[in-house]
């Protein structure tokens, strides 16, 4: 029944790392985005894919890469952990790239 | 540039009272404007939406909000808050660059109730 679902919920890991966040959507949507809340609850996208097409990177580090196997996945993977990237990582889709976003339950990344 | 503002960071109300939560945007055509809850630990629900229309917009949980163009503003009310509205509320605006859903956020509110 999970509309956006997002694993793992929780991630802990040392610095220097290369980890992934899995996302997933079951709600036959076009288009999927990547939003990162940081510690203030503030929250700014990352990236945007629209048919498996990139279509927003917001200026965010190299080390942070997108993937999208099919329209029903957008993955995240993330090279050479900085303490920095310790948020709150939002998967979202929309139907299409005008529509409403419904969001994921958000996986915490702790870097050490 | 686009930008949200939700002047309040944290407010507290008695159960049963009224609430009202302010939005105030900057955004250079007609918006789309999106109210957002977050309760502890869990995503983000969508509260309501406005896209055209009527600018008193109804949404779940007795929530609505009016757009008024005038002042800019997007204020999210409840006539009566319940001890489950507890949580934190986002104001957001899209879509922008060529009709990309990209939302901007406001920092967000932090609802308390007190029995």
């Known amino acids: 029944d999970t509309a956006v679902s997002q694993t793992p919920k929780y991630l802990v890991t040392q610095m220097g790392n290369d980890k992934s966040i899995k996302c997933e959507q079951n709600l036959g949507h076009d288009t999927m985005y990547w939003y990162k809340q940081d510690s203030k609850k503030f929250l700014k996208i990352m990236f945007s894919y629209n048919n498996k097409e990139l279509i927003i990177n917001e200026t965010v580090p190299n080390r942070f890469s997108p993937k999208s196997p099919d329209k029903a996945h957008l993955n995240l993977h993330i090279n050479s952990l900085e303490l920095g990237d310790s948020a709150v990582y939002f998967c979202?889709?929309?139907?299409?790239?005008?529509?409403?976003?419904?969001f994921g339950p958000g996986t915490r990344l702790t870097v050490l | 540039a686009q930008s949200v503002t939700q002047p309040d960071i944290h407010i507290t109300v008695s159960e049963g009272a009224s609430l009202e939560l302010r939005c105030n945007y900057s955004?250079?055509?007609?918006?789309?404007l999106f109210w957002y809850v977050q309760s502890p630990g869990q995503g983000l629900q969508l509260l309501l939406k406005y896209f055209s229309g009527d600018t008193l917009v109804q949404g779940i949980k007795g929530f609505e909000a009016e757009f008024k163009r005038s002042q800019s503003s997007f204020n999210l009310r409840k006539p009566s808050v319940h001890w489950s509205d507890a949580a934190e509320y986002f104001c957001a605006v899209g879509p922008f660059s060529g009709g990309y859903n990209k939302l901007i956020f406001g920092a967000g509110t932090r609802l308390a109730v007190h029995p």
């Open positions: 979202a889709s929309s139907q299409r790239l005008d529509n409403e976003q419904f």
């Open positions: 955004y250079g055509a007609t918006p789309y």
